[in-house]
């Protein structure tokens, strides 16, 4: 008789389950309904890692660029754009450049690939334009404050004390023109200096300032790198780093500079957060002039640190064609974007052979042209298309 | 007569007239008109210029020849859209499937191509449009399961081990609980429960665990816990004694151990007394038998969490099946064998086919739970599952309580040592037998 009051709990006990069973496949059905029209490869940068296709999207920042529309800069622009100012003469002969820069704190841009973020930027990119002067100028620089908190621009270099940016922010709407001499000759920077500071900085008010010798420095491929990061989760730690504001371009988009012909880097470390970052160069070593106040290297190296708001001229040329990382090497800032590629083109005068004869003989290896190329197709990080 | 006028009144307005209808409708109509002016006003009112923070929820984890995969979920109260992916922190490339945008609680899959290594921790990120990072680690890599014969068998041996064989060696104690004296048997009952209270508690916990690290707030899935802990607690109090009340009107002949408070082996008691007792007296009907089934049931569902979580617990890598922790989990459980049995103890003699058919339903699920856990995990479905164990459990608790209760006479539980010592001796031994797993 007691036969039918187990059957009766057994029968709950077994219908739950099966409530269960069903409650798990209904969630799991949402994943199957997958559009099958498009597919995709995506992986493979790592040499040994799995190449997969898929009918869903692909996030790869490695390989994707970001809409120019809302990239937070062009990275290749940037990477060569020095702004001289508008220049004119003064009575006495001294020449002034007049430069405005414009901050805003209210646009969202996309920092890296499908991340968007509250961007405070001067002249509507981060890093800011390049401010370049010569020894002895007279630097003008009127900041329209188009924001809506108070900003300021701190200039490094020698100027007055009501020139420092420090103790007079220029309210919301406001206006104000910095004017100093530029001096000494050297790599500065310039940034925001309304508390909180880390605010401020961290969101991108910054930008390179060079202060060119009068008697110049020797001809060659100039370009700045401005290394940062970004904490876009506001847990005081960086989830993105990069060189020229954009994590991973320069791997789809390698810089390409001539063989054999002097690079000058105006390396400046902006990095929040973290107290150190680093540059080294593949393959090669650099000239390296600390804070460039001096026109003789301070050091030959293949690896440069910086301390926040540190800087310095990196000189180099390639020996060999070909394609060469440039990336931090704290590994973990490399893998969350501060990499890069030069892309060494050869000299229109010689021949792939030539070149090829000469790493031979310098380096007592032969190198048959097969090995070279495959060599040179083998990425360790980061592809490129 | 008075009173009987004012019941029938009372029915008379009970009836379901038009005005009845119409106040139960006109609420629904405000508030069906006040959601409507609310969505249809925009500019005019609450109109936030703060876009909701995303949140995202990384269920699962799952390591592959073809990499990682993260099983991730929306439970943010908007849209979003994943930008990103990162394992240990170092951003990878990744296919989203099926779309990187998610819409509020849609789920999604995750592919990383990665080479991992076997038993090393991993955090895998999942970075939002907004730039919110969301992690989720693995202490222990190790390839998930497949649903393949051999994996299925390899967690139906598991659960052999540790749900079927412990119950039905701890069945074996039943010729053995039926030759004890009163006091004895009083201890072995409390000691059933406190094993049973230490397994809700349990339950409850892991689940707590479960609800805390592997769901998103948005789910409430402690208060879900609770909830559905008393749900099963109350609607399987209810249950229970439905039933024991109709088997007691049907087979009065049946019972035997419904002394209430006199001794423990004076046969019967009247229907009609029944009838027209509180339900405190009715609650003396009990049959051990049917204390036994639920107790059978409560551990089967508590047995099932378990299995669930087992199961999780090698696809999530977190566990590495040894000998060792199999041992652990059959001692452990062979004292639930124990406690279906101890009821039933002076009881008529059950057929062994019927104690073999309680050991089945207690053990058994643990093999179900596994194969569900280890193939198809569900943090969400097993939070629920031990919620049930947990208040099944402690339903059970409640009728040992309440037999004992009765059966030990006006002396009440608390003033016989023989209970304090063997209910405190029941939790005791599941703490230490559980040092094991």
């Known amino acids: ?385 | 007569m008075e009173r009987e006028e004012s019941k029938s009144n009372i029915r008379n307005t009970y009836a379901i007239s038009k005005r009845t209808i119409l106040f139960g409708v006109i609420p629904i109509v405000v508030i069906g008109a006040m959601i409507i002016l609310l969505l249809n006003s925009p500019g005019m009112l609450f109109q936030s210029t703060i876009k909701p923070l995303p949140e995202i929820s990384i269920e699962k984890v799952e390591f592959s020849d073809r990499g990682i995969t993260a099983y991730v979920r929306n439970t943010g109260p908007s849209n979003t859209t994943i930008a990103q992916a990162d394992v240990n922190d170092r951003i990878h490339p990744a296919a989203v499937e099926p779309s990187r945008i998610l819409t509020r609680l849609a789920d999604a899959k995750v592919i990383i191509p990665f080479v991992w290594n076997t038993g090393e921790p991993y955090k895998i990120g999942i970075t939002t449009e907004d730039g919110t990072r969301f992690e989720k680690s693995v202490k222990s890599a190790a390839p998930a399961p497949h649903p393949t014969p051999q994996q299925a068998s390899t967690f139906a041996i598991i659960g052999t081990y540790v749900g079927i064989i412990p119950v039905m060696m701890g069945l074996a104690w039943y010729p053995f609980i039926r030759r004890l004296s009163p006091n004895k048997y009083n201890f072995f009952l409390s000691l059933t429960a406190g094993l049973l209270v230490f397994l809700g508690i349990d339950a409850l916990l892991e689940s707590n665990e479960i609800a805390v690290n592997a769901l998103s707030s948005a789910f409430n899935a402690q208060i879900l816990i609770i909830m559905v802990a008393i749900i099963t607690f109350v609607s399987l109090l209810y249950v229970s004694q439905r039933l024991i009340k109709r088997a007691t009107n049907r087979s009065k002949p049946e019972i035997e151990f419904n002394t209430g408070y006199s001794s423990h082996t004076e046969p019967d008691l009247e229907v009609s007394d029944t009838k027209s007792s509180t339900s405190f007296q009715r609650q003396v009907m009990i049959r051990p038998i049917a204390i036994s089934m639920m107790i059978a049931i409560g551990i089967g569902l508590h047995n099932f969490g378990e299995g669930l979580a087992i199961g999780a617990a090698v696809l999530l890598g977190e566990v590495a099946l040894s000998s060792f922790l199999i041992l652990g989990f059959t001692l452990h459980n062979t004292t639930e064998g124990l406690a279906i049995v101890a009821p039933m103890a002076k009881s008529r003699r059950i057929p062994i086919t019927k104690l073999i058919i309680m050991g089945l339903i207690a053990g058994g699920p643990t093999i179900i739970g596994a194969w569900i856990g280890g193939f198809l995990y569900s943090p969400i479905a097993t939070v629920i599952f031990l919620s049930i164990g947990a208040g099944a459990i402690f339903q059970v608790v409640y009728s040992i309580g309440s037999w004992m209760y009765h059966t030990n006479g006006s002396r009440g539980l608390l003033n016989n040592h023989w209970i304090i010592i063997g209910f405190a001796f029941g939790m005791l031994i599941m703490y230490l037998t559980g040092l094991l797993t």
């Open chain 1, 1 to 385: 008789m007691s036969y039918p009051r187990i059957v009766v709990l057994f029968g709950i006990a077994t219908s739950i389950v099966f409530l269960a069973i069903s409650t798990i496949l209904y969630s799991r059905s949402s994943l199957s309904e997958q559009n099958s029209s498009k597919l995709e490869t995506f992986g493979g940068h790592t040499p040994g890692y799995p190449i997969l296709t898929t009918t869903g999207d692909v996030i790869d920042p490695m390989n994707s660029v970001i809409n120019p529309k809302n990239a937070v800069v062009d990275p290749m622009k940037y990477l060569r754009e020095f702004n001289y100012g508008r220049v004119s003469t003064s009575p006495n002969g001294t020449v002034i450049r007049d430069f405005t820069l414009i901050a805003s704190d209210q646009h969202t841009k996309e920092v890296s690939p499908g991340v968007f973020y509250n961007v405070w930027t001067f002249n509507g990119t981060i890093p800011g334009p390049t401010i370049r002067a010569t020894e002895g100028d007279i630097v003008r620089i009127t900041l329209i404050n188009e924001g809506t908190k108070f900003h300021s621009i701190h200039f490094h270099g020698i100027h007055p004390a009501e020139m420092d940016g420090v103790f007079e922010g220029i309210a919301p709407g406001g206006k104000f023109t910095y004017e100093f001499t530029a001096e000494p000759f050297g790599l500065f920077l310039y940034h925001c200096h309304m508390q909180p500071l880390e605010e401020h900085i961290g969101h991108g008010l910054y930008g390179v300032y060079i202060v060119d010798p009068k008697q110049g420095r020797p001809p060659a491929d100039e370009m700045v790198m401005l290394m940062n990061g970004y904490d876009t989760d506001f847990d005081s730690e960086n989830n993105f780093y990069t060189v020229n504001g954009i994590p991973f371009y320069y791997m789809h988009h390698p810089i390409q500079i001539e063989k054999n012909r002097l690079i000058r880097i105006y390396l400046v470390n902006m990095l929040e957060f973290d107290p150190l970052n680093n540059f080294h160069l593949h393959a090669n070593l650099f000239n390296f002039y600390k804070t460039g106040t001096k026109l003789v290297p301070d050091e030959y190296t293949d690896i440069v640190s910086l301390n926040q708001g540190e800087r310095g001229i990196l000189e180099f040329s390639y020996k060999y064609p070909g394609k060469y990382m440039f990336h931090a090497h704290k590994t973990e800032f490399a893998e969350k974007g501060w990499v890069g590629l030069f892309l060494v083109k050869d000299d229109k005068n010689e021949s792939v052979n030539q070149s090829l004869n000469v790493t031979s003989a310098m380096n007592n290896t032969s190198y048959s042209k097969n090995n070279f190329s495959n060599v040179t197709n083998i990425v360790p990080i980061g592809g490129y298309k």
